[in-house]
């Protein structure tokens, strides 16, 4: 054999050996880079709509904060509490969603509940950043409808300034809601652990009240052209559901019938220790179930895992929460 030849040969296998060692040493240099990318531990915007009809409706989320099931759940045994969560995969404390609903009716901009505000520390109060996160501004909401007067749904409508947060706007909830939350005098008769609930829902509806803005309604009556109110009480004493209804389509935003969905849908029972009255807010909560099952509507969910969205199916005694289907581009 020529001596050039083979030294050529060697040489190329050389280079060839050298390429893919160098090329093998830059895979695992990227691997190892990747893999060194800092965990996130963030979500997307919180938002996301539905077509009702023709009606525009946008779940946002406010936050989650961890739901102390263990002293806050009555009427249930902690074995039921127990098997129901694990059923659902869930251990306590499940971290429990708070979600308003944006609806555009075409003629108006309407967000049933507010969230926390700053309320609830920095878990929460992120409706608003959602809100513009899904391109609308603060002060193009005509109406704020309050299912009832707690920290999580009122909270909302103020800026850490007091000032409003949807300045042209006004906010509504029930008669009955109104006359027990701000009246302070009530404090004296109300467990211990609701006496700041007072302050913050007079705290809330104050620029409000002061700019005419706030005016509540009495009764099952319609608010707006396809919005009725529905009086479920017993979570507080004016705690309104409202019907939302467009074509052939409906959506019942429900507010606090269903706190922890896991166990309150196997067990309708199952009270919270923040109902003003639990066995009105059993009988609501029954009440309610059968409507949004029989009538197979669409239910907006202030507590059920965002975006709070689903269907009620009855099963039995019991009931299952079946969420919507996701859906890239509602209404196209």
């Given at each position: 054999m020529n001596p050039r030849s083979w030294s050529e040969r060697f040489s190329r296998s050389s280079r060839l050996?050298?390429?893919?060692?160098?090329?093998?040493?830059?895979?695992?240099?990227?691997?190892?880079?990747?893999?060194?990318?800092?965990?996130?531990?963030?979500?997307?915007?919180?938002?996301?709509?539905?077509?009702?009809?023709?009606?525009?409706?946008?779940?946002?989320?406010?936050?989650?904060?961890?739901?102390?099931?263990?002293?806050?759940?009555?009427?249930?045994?902690?074995?039921?509490?127990?098997?129901?969560?694990?059923?659902?995969?869930?251990?306590?404390?499940?971290?429990?969603?708070i979600n308003a609903f944006l609806v555009n009716t075409g003629t108006k901009l309407i967000l049933i509940d507010?969230?926390?505000?700053?309320?609830?520390?920095?878990?929460?109060?992120?409706?608003?950043?959602?809100?513009?996160?899904?391109?609308?501004?603060?002060?193009?909401?005509?109406?704020?409808?309050?299912?009832?007067?707690?920290?999580?749904?009122?909270?909302?409508?103020?800026?850490?300034?007091?000032?409003?947060?949807?300045?042209?706007?006004?906010?509504?909830?029930?008669?009955?809601?109104?006359?027990?939350?701000?009246?302070?005098?009530?404090?004296?008769?109300?467990?211990?652990?609701?006496?700041?609930?007072?302050?913050?829902?007079?705290?809330?509806?104050?620029?409000?009240?002061?700019?005419?803005?706030?005016?509540?309604?009495?009764?099952?009556?319609?608010?707006?052209?396809?919005?009725?109110?529905?009086?479920?009480?017993?979570?507080?004493?004016?705690?309104?559901?409202?019907?939302?209804?467009?074509?052939?389509?409906?959506?019942?935003?429900?507010?606090?019938?269903?706190?922890?969905?896991?166990?309150?849908?196997?067990?309708?029972?199952?009270?919270?220790?923040?109902?003003?009255?639990?066995?009105?807010?059993?009988?609501?909560?029954?009440?309610?179930?059968?409507?949004?099952?029989?009538?197979?509507?669409?239910?907006?969910?202030?507590?059920?895992?965002?975006?709070?969205?689903?269907?009620?199916?009855?099963?039995?005694?019991?009931?299952?929460?079946?969420?919507?289907?996701?859906?890239?581009?509602?209404?196209?």
């Amino acid at each position: 054999m020529n001596p050039r030849s083979w030294s050529e040969r060697f040489s190329r296998s050389s280079r060839l050996v050298a390429w893919c060692l160098m090329t093998l040493a830059s895979g695992f240099m990227a691997n190892a880079a990747y893999a060194a990318a800092p965990q996130v531990k963030t979500q997307a915007p919180g938002f996301y709509r539905v077509m009702v009809g023709d009606f525009e409706v946008t779940a946002l989320s406010d936050g989650t904060h961890p739901f102390p099931i263990d002293t806050v759940v009555e009427g249930v045994s902690k074995q039921e509490i127990g098997r129901d969560l694990t059923r659902d995969f869930l251990h306590a404390p499940v971290q429990g969603s708070i979600n308003a609903f944006l609806v555009n009716t075409g003629t108006k901009l309407i967000l049933i509940d507010s969230g926390a505000g700053v309320l609830y520390g920095k878990c929460c109060g992120q409706v608003l950043a959602n809100l513009r996160a899904a391109g609308y501004r603060p002060e193009q909401v005509d109406e704020v409808l309050l299912t009832h007067l707690h920290k999580d749904h009122v909270g909302g409508v103020i800026a850490t300034d007091g000032q409003m947060m949807f300045p042209n706007a006004v906010v509504r909830t029930s008669q009955i809601e109104a006359d027990y939350w701000l009246n302070a005098d009530n404090k004296k008769t109300a467990p211990a652990f609701l006496s700041t609930f007072f302050d913050s829902a007079i705290a809330s509806v104050a620029p409000y009240v002061a700019a005419g803005r706030f005016k509540p309604f009495s009764g099952d009556v319609e608010l707006e052209p396809g919005i009725r109110a529905i009086a479920v009480p017993g979570h507080t004493p004016g705690h309104t559901a409202y019907l939302v209804e467009s074509g052939a389509k409906d959506l019942l935003v429900w507010g606090d019938i269903v706190h922890v969905a896991a166990i309150q849908l196997q067990n309708p029972k199952a009270s919270v220790e923040y109902d003003t009255d639990a066995q009105a807010a059993q009988r609501s909560r029954r009440f309610a179930l059968k409507l949004a099952a029989s009538h197979q509507y669409l239910v907006g969910a202030a507590h059920i895992a965002y975006p709070g969205l689903g269907h009620i199916r009855q099963n039995g005694r019991t009931y299952d929460w079946v969420p919507v289907n996701y859906e890239a581009a509602p209404g196209r």
